[in-house]
């Protein structure tokens, strides 16, 4: 079992950017049923990233918890499967 949950955001919303406090995480566009395929992005060095699939830019913002975003309706939880 995976000890560490990588966080999900979406743009459902249409935003320019969207703050997070995670260097890897997932995109998935829009919130189901009209998400894209869901992307892994790393930022590494870097302290943005931009979805390949919806051009989203996501900025990192250390004043953030790994799971949090601002706007803060961007996060999005996966049912459990």
């Not at 955001?9 to 890897?24: L, P, T, Y």
Request: hydrophobic share 35%; aromatic share 8%.
């Amino acid at each position: 079992m995976a000890e560490k949950v990588v966080p999900h955001f979406h743009n459902s919303n249409g935003i320019d950017a969207i703050k997070i406090g995670a260097k890897e995480f997932m995109c998935i566009g829009a919130k189901p049923p009209l998400d894209h395929p869901h992307v892994f992005l790393d930022m590494g060095a870097d302290d943005n990233a931009i979805c390949p699939y919806c051009s989203t830019l996501f900025q990192h913002d250390p004043n953030l918890k790994s799971n949090q975003s601002s706007p803060a309706d961007c996060v999005w939880t996966p049912d459990a499967a």
